[in-house]
T-cell receptor, first 114, second 112 residues
Framework: DAGVTQSPTHLIKTRGQQVTLRCSPK?????VSWYQQALGQGPQFIFQ???????QRGNFPDRFSGHQFPNYSSELNVNALLLGDSALYLC?????????????FGDGTRLSIL | DQQVKQNSPSLSVQEGRISILNCDYT??????FLWYKKYPAEGPTFLIS?????DKNEDGRFTVFLNKSAKHLSLHIVPSQPGDSAVYFC???????????FGTGTRLKVLA
């Protein structure tokens, strides 16, 4: 049973560029959440997708956008990259929108901005 | 404003002894709490959770205690093993939005 998978594992970009990160949820899960984890910090909630719509959003600018596909996989897009966007980006999946069932995390994409 | 706080960045414990990791929160809308463990180069792995209607939940060597009046929870690991060495994150679920709010983590090192 495949867990949450993310690609790519590592990515290096320069300021001003755009990036797309991808996530496939755990089998049976239909809800995908994205988090940013800066060095020495805990994961910070970016947004959550369910039924192909953004349902919740954290305190992140519009440069951060996403998409969910009919097969529940998801993409995170970041435009006009800043040095401060360097972080580990984690995807988590769960079943149902309003649930206390624990989210399952992927291993993340390490994004470095030069 | 940090709504979930883990004030100890690191903790070292001897193998076989008890590890106690602490977490404080400020928002009374939080009604479900989870602990995640994270190894380097891996994503966080769910460990144990507790609902606000309980004050204790136990799963093998792991026990979580919740003190609602103090807005404090703790994770006890007994006995601690070298494989428990990892970063532990406390997370709270906001009952209104179901958003996860994470603490900054505590790095546990279990010494053999």
């Amino acid at each position: 049973d495949a867990g949450v998978t993310q690609s790519p594992t590592h990515l290096i970009k320069t300021r001003g560029q755009q990036v797309t990160l991808r996530c496939s949820p755990k089998s049976g899960h239909d809800t995908v959440s994205w988090y940013q984890q800066a060095l020495g910090q805990g994961p910070q909630f970016i947004f959550q997708y369910y039924e192909e719509e953004e349902r919740q959003r954290g305190n992140f600018p519009d440069r951060f956008s996403g998409h969910q596909f009919p097969n529940y996989s998801s993409e995170l897009n970041v435009n006009a990259l800043l040095l401060g966007d360097s972080a580990l980006y984690l995807c988590a999946s769960s079943s149902g929108l309003y649930s206390n069932q624990p989210q399952h995390f992927g291993d993340g994409t390490r994004l470095s901005i030069l | 404003d940090q709504q979930v706080k883990q004030n100890s960045p690191s903790l070292s414990v001897q193998e076989g002894r008890i590890s106690i990791l602490n977490c404080d929160y400020t928002n009374s809308m939080f009604d479900y709490f989870l602990w995640y463990k994270k190894y380097p180069a891996e994503g966080p792995t769910f460990l144990i959770s507790i609902s606000s209607i309980k004050d204790k939940n136990e799963d093998g060597r792991f026990t979580v205690f919740l003190n609602k009046s103090a807005k404090h929870l703790s994770l006890h690991i007994v006995p601690s093993q070298p494989g428990d060495s990892a970063v532990y994150f406390c997370a709270a679920i906001d009952s209104g939005t179901y958003k996860y709010i994470f603490g900054t983590g505590t790095r546990l090192k279990v010494l053999a």
